[in-house]
């Protein structure tokens, strides 16, 4: 049977016609180093991270795994008047396919909701596969947090009032890091936000079949992002949950989730399945499936209406979060 694809909203859809030549949806091995030497990473330098002097910007080498590298840690305080009581603190992994990507990538997003919520923010850039295959990059992000934990006060950040989100395998490797710090009995944030998130190994979903070739991360990348993080492991019985939450079999006690994804997008039935999970297990999760979203919309179409409805779903959990 071959599956329709559901369709692009009319919106999104034009902005992945202005994108289709520069952006393939079918990144293969041979296009890692391609992509990591375009334009798009470059770019980057030149963010204004502090948002016009919203926020101060250091960038910080903290303790990584034992016998590993240093953690590079973006950290953005606000410039405003310190409040009565610590700042809550955003602690952001980045997106880019397991792959690509730095601790600036997505964190303007980050920005956005902490100028509005007066929060700090911490990105983790962790070792990127295939080069520094799994676990490498999931206990980066791990030791990230807990010296983010540990420092939090010297911050002006809440250690009680942290949370982590990422963006696609950002959200990916969040997950895996609410799973770590359950099991290791590290700090607990108070919710995990989960972006459109990178969850499930086996590529084996109706949505990853739907949307072969369309849109900006199809079934053929996302082949080859779990490869470089799993090698010949990848699809097979072996998988950890620290590698690909989907594999969890235990999903309860674990902070409170929001996760959104798109229609029309690969990683959609993996998503709904784990918000599902989470609520089969007792706990908490709050679901928006946006329709006629490709992967990442908001980024790439950020006027979009969805997108800006997808941004204020966003905030608005949070402050609901922290009015807790």
């Given at each position: 049977?071959?599956?329709?694809?559901?369709?692009?909203d009319?919106?999104l859809?034009?902005a992945?016609?202005?994108?289709k030549?520069?952006?393939?949806?079918?990144?293969?091995?041979?296009?890692?180093?391609?992509?990591?030497?375009?334009p798009?990473?470059?770019l980057?330098?030149?963010?204004?991270?502090?948002?016009?002097?919203?926020?101060?910007?250091?960038?910080?080498?903290?303790?990584?795994?034992?016998?590993?590298?240093?953690?590079?840690?973006?950290?953005c305080?606000?410039?405003?008047?310190?409040?009565?009581?610590?700042?809550?603190?955003?602690y952001?992994?980045?997106?880019?396919?397991?792959v690509?990507?730095?601790?600036?990538?997505?964190?303007?997003?980050?920005l956005?909701?902490a100028?509005?919520?007066d929060?700090v923010?911490?990105?983790?850039?962790?070792?990127?596969?295939?080069?520094h295959?799994?676990p490498?990059?999931?206990?980066?992000?791990?030791?990230?947090?807990?010296?983010t934990?540990?420092?939090?006060?010297?911050?002006?950040?809440?250690?009680?009032?942290v949370?982590i989100?990422?963006?696609?395998?950002?959200?990916?490797?969040?997950?895996?890091?609410a799973l770590?710090?359950?099991?290791?009995?590290?700090p607990?944030?108070?919710?995990?936000?989960l972006m459109?998130?990178m969850?499930d190994d086996r590529?084996?979903?109706?949505?990853?079949h739907q949307?072969?070739?369309?849109?900006?991360?199809?079934?053929?990348?996302?082949?080859?992002?779990?490869?470089?993080?799993?090698?010949?492991?990848?699809?097979?019985?072996?998988?950890?949950a620290?590698a690909a939450?989907a594999?969890?079999?235990d999903?309860?006690?674990?902070?409170?989730a929001?996760?959104?994804v798109?229609?029309?997008?690969?990683?959609?039935?993996?998503v709904?399945?784990?918000?599902?999970?989470?609520?089969?297990?007792?706990?908490i999760?709050?679901?928006?499936?946006?329709p006629?979203g490709?992967?990442?919309?908001d980024?790439?179409?950020?006027?979009?209406?969805?997108?800006?409805?997808?941004?204020?779903?966003?905030v608005?959990?949070?402050?609901r979060?922290?009015?807790?």
């Amino acid at each position: 049977m071959t599956l329709v694809p559901p369709p692009f909203d009319p919106e999104l859809a034009a902005a992945l016609e202005m994108i289709k030549d520069v952006i393939s949806p079918a990144m293969t091995p041979e296009d890692i180093d391609i992509v990591r030497q375009g334009p798009g990473i470059a770019l980057l330098a030149d963010l204004d991270l502090t948002l016009g002097g919203a926020f101060e910007v250091e960038d910080r080498t903290v303790p990584g795994p034992e016998g590993a590298p240093g953690v590079s840690l973006l950290i953005c305080r606000p410039t405003s008047p310190v409040p009565d009581r610590p700042r809550p603190l955003v602690y952001h992994v980045h997106g880019g396919g397991m792959v690509l990507g730095n601790n600036r990538v997505g964190v303007d997003v980050a920005l956005e909701w902490a100028r509005e919520l007066d929060m700090v923010v911490v990105s983790v850039e962790y070792r990127l596969a295939p080069e520094h295959p799994h676990p490498a990059p999931v206990e980066d992000v791990y030791a990230g947090l807990l010296w983010t934990a540990e420092h939090a006060k010297e911050l002006g950040a809440d250690p009680d009032r942290v949370v982590i989100a990422g963006a696609s395998a950002g959200g990916g490797l969040t997950a895996a890091l609410a799973l770590l710090l359950r099991d290791r009995g590290g700090p607990r944030p108070i919710g995990q936000l989960l972006m459109c998130p990178m969850l499930d190994d086996r590529n084996d979903t109706p949505s990853s079949h739907q949307m072969a070739g369309l849109g900006v991360w199809d079934r053929t990348a996302n082949e080859t992002g779990w490869t470089a993080l799993l090698g010949e492991r990848r699809g097979g019985p072996d998988v950890p949950a620290y590698a690909a939450p989907a594999r969890a079999e235990d999903l309860s006690g674990l902070p409170p989730a929001f996760l959104d994804v798109g229609s029309a997008e690969t990683f959609r039935d993996e998503v709904v399945a784990y918000a599902s999970r989470i609520w089969q297990a007792g706990g908490i999760a709050e679901l928006h499936v946006w329709p006629g979203g490709f992967h990442g919309f908001d980024g790439f179409a950020p006027q979009a209406a969805l997108s800006r409805s997808a941004r204020a779903a966003q905030v608005d959990w949070l402050r609901r979060l922290l009015a807790e």
